[in-house]
């Protein structure tokens, strides 16, 4: 294989590397944005939680002090009644009476279906809150992870920038544009061409002009592609 090609090969190899470090680091942020609208989420809905415990609670002290009150109204006229010494004032008194109860009847009844709504409501925060527990710690640790990734490979693509300084020295200045201008494609700027003549990139056959030259180990270009070409050993 002629210098140039190898030459070239090297510098492909580091440049791949790059270009594909760069797409992962392009990555992590998205990734980490991700993991932290989980835990918002979580911490949303736990707190959405609490509050529906809260309502619920505070609704059932107020049908109880309600309740209360009601008592203490009947209690009320219960001893005026006895005060009382005309029949119509009596019977109107235990009307009333009536009534008071059956409000409290309607309050008891409203604070079942309170105490069924307390009761799901606790075991819902309940059941949210171990989820979020076994889930943060692990979420936590991807973010920093993830955090720990980036740096890395910043790290190492700082140190891939220099070791490409001399590879790319040493390439001739008639090919660097084209290679420069194929890699910023994203894709690998050489392609290997098999003994049938098909370009590893474009997967079409050259011409066969161009794969006498790519015989030769020419700087030869592919027909379809403009990847630059040499032939698979
Ligand atoms: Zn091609």
Known sequence: MRPWIENLLAL????????????????????IAKLKQKIESAETNIAEAKSSMQKT???????ESAITELNKKIEHLQQQSSLVKKN??????????????????EHETAELIL????????????????????????????ITELIELESEIKAEIKQLMKTRQPLEARIDSAILPQYKRLLQTGRAPLAKVNA???????????????MTETKKEAVVYCDNCSCL?????
């Open 12 to 31: 492909q190899k580091v440049d791949m590397r790059i270009i594909n470090l760069h797409l992962r680091l392009k990555m992590i942020p998205g990734e």
């Open 57 to 63: 609670g505070l609704e059932i002290k107020q049908t």
């Open 88 to 105: 119509t004032e009596y019977q109107a008194m235990l009307i009333q009476i009536d009534n008071l109860k059956a409000k409290i009847s």
């Open 115 to 142: 105490f069924d709504q307390d009761e799901a409501n606790k075991e819902k925060f309940k059941e949210l809150e171990k989820a979020f527990g076994a889930e943060k710690g692990g979420i936590e640790e991807e």
């Open 196 to 210: 049938s003549g098909i370009c590893s990139n474009c997967h079409l056959k050259i011409t066969p002009q161009t």
């Open 229 to 233: 070409l040499y032939l698979e050993q």
